[in-house]
């Protein structure tokens, strides 16, 4: 889907949440914030790369929207590795939109937010949240039933 910024900014209103995700190997880290950049989480919430540990972040998802009073939720990450593709279909699944930030974007911006070059798993997640906001974001599609098994099956036939 092609959007332009002023589309992606339109996406963002006063009901939504924004959820900023460090996707790593085994464990996450993630961050939640209004609109306007207000962070509603009190601190970075932790879940492990797993089906229980992506339903603990669904239910603190939750938890933040109903206490702050939200309608929608914008998911985003960086695509760095393969890990986040599992969260990607986890999040289709249950119907929150997932989209992606440029890790190189990411790299650029952190220093914004306190004058520090340094990178972590506790800064990252704000980053991510805060270019969301601004509508530096892309999406992306991952295929779904009968797309998805004829993907398959194609590079399964292009290996052998």
């Not at 900023?20 to 962070?39: K, L, N, P, Y």
């Not at 892309?138 to 399964?156: G, K, Q």
């Amino acid at each position: 889907m092609n959007l332009t910024q002023n589309d992606r900014l339109k996406q963002v209103t006063s009901d939504t949440l924004i959820v900023g995700v460090d996707v790593g190997s085994q464990t996450h880290f993630c961050r939640a914030f209004d609109w306007r950049g207000f962070e509603l989480s009190r601190r970075v919430f932790k879940f492990s790369n797993t089906g229980i540990g992506f339903l603990t972040f669904l239910r603190w998802t939750e938890e933040v929207m109903n206490k702050a009073e939200m309608k929608k939720v914008i998911v985003g990450c960086e695509p760095t590795g393969c890990y986040w593709l599992t969260f990607q279909k986890f999040l289709q699944n249950h119907g929150i939109q997932l989209v992606t930030v440029n890790p190189f974007t990411v790299n650029r911006s952190k220093e914004l937010d306190d004058n520090s070059p340094e990178k972590s798993d506790l800064k990252d997640p704000k980053t991510i949240a805060l270019l969301v906001k601004d509508g530096r974001y892309s999406t992306s599609y991952l295929p779904m039933h009968l797309m998805e098994r004829l993907r398959i099956e194609r590079d399964y036939q292009m290996v052998f």
